[in-house]
């Protein structure tokens, strides 16, 4: 079974930066995307970025634009997403979650299988 663990949440300042890790295991395919996710209190879920195991190819939600990145580290099983510029709407609980096998790249969240627990992230003013 597919099992992520995400960390690297915190307290940061804002224009700040932090870097969020998502390790994975469990994959019986190499076809998967990996996406992250966030919610902020009283807001519904939203996906921020997914990165496709297939060629790299990655897409993010238009308010992360230029400032945050996602990334992915074959050899360490670890997708990773960099968060530079953190403003106080950037505020809420992180999840990064799997599509495997891959369905679409997408980063719409009913097409993900599995969830890992989240890590807090909070921007001050």
């Known amino acids: 079974e597919v099992q992520l663990q995400a960390s690297g949440g915190g307290l940061v300042q804002t224009g700040g930066s932090l870097r969020l890790s998502c390790a994975a295991s469990g994959f019986t395919s190499d076809d998967y995307a990996i996406g992250w996710f966030r919610q902020a209190p009283g807001k519904e879920r939203e996906g921020v970025a997914c990165?496709?195991?297939?060629?790299?190819?990655?897409y993010y939600t238009d308010s992360v634009k230029g400032r945050f990145t996602i990334s992915s580290d074959n050899a360490k099983n670890t997708v990773y997403l960099q968060m530079n510029s953190l403003k106080p709407e950037d505020t809420a609980v992180y999840y990064c979650?799997?599509?495997?096998?891959?369905?679409?790249?997408?980063?719409?969240?009913?097409?993900?299988?599995?969830w890992g627990q989240g890590t807090q992230v909070t921007v001050s003013s």
């Open positions: 979650a799997a599509d495997s096998p891959l369905i679409i790249v997408t980063i719409l969240s009913e097409f993900y299988d599995y």
């Open positions: 990165i496709s195991s297939r060629d790299g190819s990655a």
